[in-house]
């Protein structure tokens, strides 16, 4: 029986927490509630699908909502645009609430005034967009892949959260990016 070295066992966690997360997060756009005991677990009170248009208008909001508050350093701009009625948070590190995003951003961004955020991937199903993208502290940070997962009002309006991160490695057992 041949074990998992240490970055297998790492990239398994990761493909776990990704798959749980994303599994969340589409049970939440059915209005299902996966995991038991938790005080917001996904709410899915939106059920309409959006379509076409929608869809766009969907990602573009969330495109926006996230570079304004973190690349241009305007999270307060951001949420008055973008930003629903309630915010629901599903870091376990960040607090529920528009202003405690806004406080965050003002934070993070003070501690790093060089971070960039560089969407890759943004892909959008329903009420649900998922942006791909790489955070960099500073031109010399390998960074970090981002997965962002946004729930929105039939308004399109930012109204949940959640998000996974994973750290650049300095080296891989492949020859592909994380992007």
Known sequence: ????????????????ILAVG?????????????????KHEGRGNDRAC????????NKANVVAYYTM?????MPEKAVQLYGGDEYIQHNPQAADGFQAFIDF????TTQNPQLFVDIKRVIAECNMVVTHSHLTLNPS?????VADLFRLDRNGKIVEHWDVIQAVPETSANDNTMF
Do not use: C, I, W, Y
């Open 1 to 16: 029986m041949k074990l998992l070295s240490r970055l297998h066992l790492t990239a398994l966690a990761v493909v776990v």
């Open 22 to 38: 994303v599994g969340a997060a589409v049970a939440a756009t059915q209005g299902h509630h996966p995991s038991p005991g938790g």
């Open 50 to 57: 959006a379509h076409g248009r929608q869809l766009e208008r």
């Open 69 to 73: 508050a973190f690349n241009d350093k």
């Open 105 to 108: 951003v003002n934070f993070f």
């Open 141 to 145: 940070d390998r960074g970090s892949a």
